[in-house]
């Protein structure tokens, strides 16, 4: 297994859409195994392929205590997303900065999982958010883009800074 590099806001290579993913294989169950490692090690509660600088359809989560809840999501759709819920939310591509956002409070999503079957996943509160979060990130969208211009232009001028004085 292996850490993988995060990519940080605001690097243009998290606004690109993941493209679907045909056939899961071993070379997909062994980038979802270090997706999970790097999400862990982070530590954060989810990660998408976006975030990897691989742009197909699949990502992580893991929003328990002890971290042995680990959900890998394949191709993943929102069939149904039902009420509305304001949660401060963060991101490992956007480190230090935690804001909130509206997202739906409960959805159903359909995926793939690891085996390549089918499967379906009820999800409401932190698991939810989680999810809906990270399939933002397969559409190529972070987090910040819905805060308003002016925090987004102060985010990105903190975290370009930061980058800068890490060099
Ligand atoms: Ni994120």
């Known amino acids: 297994m292996a850490l993988l590099k995060i ?3 605001p690097d243009p290579r998290l606004h690109t859409v993941a493209k679907p993913i045909a056939e899961v294989n071993d070379e997909i169950r062994r980038l979802a ?3 999970a490692e790097t999400m862990y090690a982070a530590p954060g509660i989810g990660l998408a392929a976006t975030q990897i600088d691989r742009h197909i359809r699949m990502l992580v989560v893991d929003i328990s205590e002890e971290k042995n ?5 394949i191709n993943p759709r929102i ?17 230090g900065i935690y804001d909130k956002v509206s997202r739906a409070e409960r959805i159903r999503v359909q ?3 690891l085996a390549g079957e089918s499967f379906e996943l009820d999800a409401d509160g932190l698991l939810g958010i989680c999810i809906q979060h990270e399939i933002d990130h397969l ?4 987090f910040v883009e819905y805060l308003s211009r002016l925090k ?16």
């Open 33 to 35: 195994a270090d997706m």
């Open 7 to 9: 990519l940080h806001y």
């Open 111 to 113: 995926a793939t999982n």
């Open 79 to 95: 069939l149904l997303k039902e009420g509305e819920a304001m949660h401060e939310e963060g991101c490992l591509s956007v480190p």
């Open 139 to 142: 559409e190529g969208k972070v």
């Open 69 to 73: 809840s680990l959900l890998t999501l």
């Open 152 to 167: 987004q232009t102060r985010i990105k001028h903190k975290l370009t800074k930061q980058a800068k004085e890490a060099m």
